[in-house]
């Protein structure tokens, strides 16, 4: 049972800007946990996208980015393209349930 | 290679045990806080244990009791133990590391995982 909120999908055409949000609560992102990124291709294992809000991993272009503020945080993606076709998740830490919460999830279509 | 290789899942009737085995190679094992991850086909991802660098174990409600991780460091092997599995653990469980800074952890190496079915 997923504590993050995220819309189910979002679209865009290649080379516009689309964000995704994650909706948390004061014991999660509100609490001051920092909000992590995963991007999971079909049929693939999760990868690490953004962690420590808006901090890229090598390897991964700057027209990704992400940030947070008070209960929610945000994923960007400035010139989208066909290659973000994907499933997104956040994830952060939970107080109240003393473990790891992960978003609903979204998935991004490139029209 | 840096990866994490993971093995055991199989079909297995209600009520019964599973034990999945993960393998890491390309980093220092012992080093690392390890944990399982699993993911209902078409749904979203779930936290479902992990074990510490010293050995501590944590869970959430919907496997404690249930499930058991365990480490074998000289082995670079991380384990789950499944015991009284129910159809609504049929998932794929990954297998992951989580790297840590100021409480916050995120998991920043996976597996490619392993197919657990729970059913009749």
């Known amino acids: 049972q997923s504590v993050l909120t995220q819309p189910p999908s979002v679209s865009g055409a290649p080379g516009q800007r689309v964000t995704i949000s994650c909706t948390g609560s004061?014991?999660?992102?509100?609490?001051?946990?920092?909000v992590h990124w995963f991007q999971q291709l079909p049929g693939a294992a999760p990868r690490l996208l953004i962690y420590?809000?808006?901090n890229r991993p090598s390897g991964v272009p700057d027209r990704i980015s992400g940030s947070k503020s008070g209960t929610s945080a945000s994923l960007a993606f400035t010139g989208l393209q066909a290659e973000d076709e994907a499933d997104y998740y956040c994830?952060?830490?939970?107080?109240?349930?003393?473990?790891?919460?992960f978003g609903t999830g979204t998935k991004v279509t490139v029209l | 290679e840096v990866q994490l290789v993971e093995s055991g899942g199989a079909l297995v009737q209600p009520g019964g045990s599973l034990r999945l085995s993960c393998s890491a190679s390309?980093?220092?094992?012992?080093?690392?806080?390890m944990h399982w991850v699993r993911q209902v086909t078409g749904k979203g991802l779930e936290w479902v244990s992990t074990?510490?660098?010293?050995?501590?174990?944590h869970y959430p409600g919907s496997v404690k009791g249930r499930f058991t991780i365990s480490r074998e460091n000289a082995r670079d092997s991380l384990y789950l133990q499944m015991n009284t599995l129910r159809a609504e653990d049929t998932a794929v469980y990954y297998c992951?590391?989580?790297?840590?800074?100021?409480?916050?952890?995120?998991?920043?190496?996976w597996g490619r995982g392993t197919l657990v079915t729970v059913s009749s």
């Open positions: 992951a590391r989580s790297q840590y800074y100021d409480n916050n952890w995120y998991f920043d190496l």
């Open positions: 390309g980093f220092t094992f012992s080093r690392y806080d």
């Open positions: 074990i510490g660098t010293p050995g501590d174990t």
């Open positions: 004061s014991s999660n992102i509100g609490a001051g946990y920092d």
């Open positions: 420590g809000n808006n």
């Open positions: 994830q952060s830490h939970d107080i109240s349930l003393s473990g790891y919460v």
